[in-house]
C-alpha cells in the first residue's frame, strides 16, 4: 500500500519549508502553517519514516509499518473530520470562540487509486476537534524503535546574526564565505557534503546554533530538506522577501 505521512510543527519564524510539493509515493501529508520551517513527520510508502524527536530536539529516521500508520489514523476518526479556516467558530450554546494568529494545520491523505483528500483546521476549530486533537497528538508523539540521527542530501542554512543563540559557539566547519550574506536571516543552499559535515560539527541535524570563525561569532539555523522535495522556488520566495 502506497502511504506517506509528512507532519511539521510550528516552531519557526517564518517559512522555509512548505509542502507545496507532493513527491512521489507521498499518500499522507500534514504540516502547520505558517509557522513551520521543516516537516515534523515524514513517512514514504517504502516504511521510511523521518520525525522530529522531542527528547533529542532533531529528526530521526526509521523503517515502520505504513499501513498500520494509515489504519491507526482512519481509527482515530481523519474521516470524520472537515476543514475549518476560520478565526471563529460557533460553540456550544450559541456563542462564538475567536482566535487570532494560531495555525492551521494542513493534512493530505492519498489513498491508492482515489483522489487526495485535505483537511485545513485552524487552531483547534474543527467539527471533530477531538479526533482532530487524537491525530495531532499521534504525530507529535510517534517514536520508533532503532531510530537514527536522519542526515539530509541538502539543506538550508539561514545566517542570523540578530537572533543570536547563548552558549558555547562551535567552530564553523564549512567556508567562510557561506556566512558572508547580504541581508540578515538569508538562506544558502547547502549541498550533500556540506550538510554532512555541518551536522557532524554540530551534532544536530536542525536547529539554531551559535558559531564561530574568524573571530566573529554568527548565529545560523540548520533546516533540513525531506526526501524527494525541491525547496529551490521556496527559497528563492523566502529571500525576496528580505530585500
Known sequence: MMIALLFAAAVSRTPIVELSWVPRGLALASQFE????????????????IYFDESSS?????KTKPKKVLDDLTA?????????????EQATGGSTQC???AATSVITVRRPGQPPRTLR???????????LAAIRDYLTNFTAPGAT???PKQAVLIVDDVHVPNGEPVAWPLLAALLDVPK????VVLNAAQTKRLVAALGSNTGSFRVKSGGK???VELVPWMPGGDYTKDVEAYRKTLK
Open 34 to 49: 505558517p509557522f513551520g520551517r521543516f516537516p515534523r513527520f515524514v513517512l514514504y510508502d517504502d516504511g521510511t519514516v
Open 58 to 62: 532533531e529528526l530521526l529516521t526509521a
Open 76 to 88: 482515530l476518526g481523519f474521516d470524520r473530520i472537515d476543514s475549518y479556516e476560520e478565526e471563529c
Open 99 to 101: 482566535v487570532s494568529d
Open 121 to 131: 483546521n485552524y487552531y483547534n476549530f474543527a467539527n471533530n476537534p477531538n479526533a
Open 149 to 151: 540521527r536522519y542526515l
Open 184 to 187: 540578515q536571516g538569508w538562506p
Open 217 to 219: 561569532t554568527h548565529g
